[in-house]
């Protein structure tokens, strides 16, 4: 079973920076996919930035050229780092990890860590 544990969220105002960190514990092999999604209070959660193995990472557009998403497949850790944050930032951030392993998909997600831009 794979467990992941979150960091880097908190409240800071607009202009500022912050970098979520997520590592992944109980798993021998290297993700697909890493990512990372939100979810502002009364809407669906969304992606915000994903990494595969081999490609190109994927960002929403509302992020693109403020946030970077990196990974550390020896730590099994993804990063994202948050530049420029907004108000229409905050929200609660997961980290997602995808595994293909044969026919079989498996996704886990962390708890969550809050990120809060003030105006």
């Known amino acids: 079973q794979v467990h992941l544990v979150e960091s880097g969220g908190g409240l800071v105002q607009a202009g500022a920076s912050l970098r979520l960190s997520c590592t992944a514990s109980g798993n021998m092999y290297t993700f697909n996919v890493m990512g990372w999604y939100r979810q502002a209070a009364g809407k669906q959660r969304e992606l915000v930035a994903s990494m595969p193995t081999d490609g190109s990472p994927k960002y929403a557009d509302s992020v693109k050229g403020r946030f970077t998403i990196s990974r550390d497949n020896a730590k099994s850790t993804v990063y994202l780092q948050m530049n420029r944050l907004e108000p229409a930032d905050t929200a609660v951030y997961y980290c997602?990890?995808?595994?293909?392993?044969?026919?079989?998909?498996?996704?886990?997600w962390g708890q969550g860590t809050q990120v809060t831009v003030s105006s």
């Open positions: 997602n990890v995808h595994l293909l392993l044969g026919r079989t998909e498996y996704d886990y």
